[in-house]
């Protein structure tokens, strides 16, 4: 083969590739919040979400710039918007949601933290219904450490007599 049609060969390929990028990018729907907002942190374990709401908005929610239908299965999506719909809220408030750390529930749970926290500062009076559900409440248990001498946190080796 000569050095020629090896650069044809090569060049066709990356023609390819960046006509697919191209398409993979106007595909990908970029949606900006804009307004005033009310910023919260929400904590479970070792995750922490930082939650602003947008009030006036059309019931949008991003969580980590993707739609949080994408970033969560059912459960944990519902989980996240409890107090949202509970206020029945959830249609005309946008939310913007960075999380990290933790699993899955441990994140969605975080975001119903900071979602109540924000929906507190913008609105005193709603205290009572946060309250009693117990989403104003940081839920702080985490895994125990290690302990040296043992093989977990409690659990020690077998013991014995002799």
């Known amino acids: 083969m000569s050095t020629e049609t090896k650069t044809k060969k090569v060049t066709e390929k990356e023609e390819v590739k960046t006509k697919e990028v ?8 970029e949606i900006k919040f ?7 942190v929400g904590r479970r374990k070792t995750a922490a979400a930082q939650v602003r ?3 006036k908005g059309k019931g949008q929610v991003l969580v980590n710039d993707k739609k ?16 949202l ?9 946008d939310v913007s949601i960075i999380v990290k750390g933790g699993g899955v529930k441990a994140q969605a749970e975080a975001i119903r933290h900071g979602i109540s ?16 559900h117990g989403w104003l409440t940081r839920d702080s248990r985490k895994k ?19």
């Open 53 to 55: 709401l947008y009030f």
């Open 34 to 40: 804009s307004g005033k907002y009310v910023k919260a």
């Open 144 to 162: 125990e450490r290690k302990k040296p001498g043992l093989k977990k946190a409690r659990k020690a080796p077998q013991w014995s007599k002799r």
């Open 85 to 93: 719909k509970e206020l029945s809220l959830n249609k005309d408030v």
């Open 68 to 83: 949080i239908k994408d970033f969560f299965q059912l459960d944990n999506h519902n989980i996240a918007l409890q107090p």
């Open 22 to 29: 191209k398409k993979v990018k106007e595909t990908k729907e």
């Open 117 to 132: 926290r924000a929906l507190l500062i913008n609105d005193e009076t709603l205290r009572d219904t946060l309250k009693v």
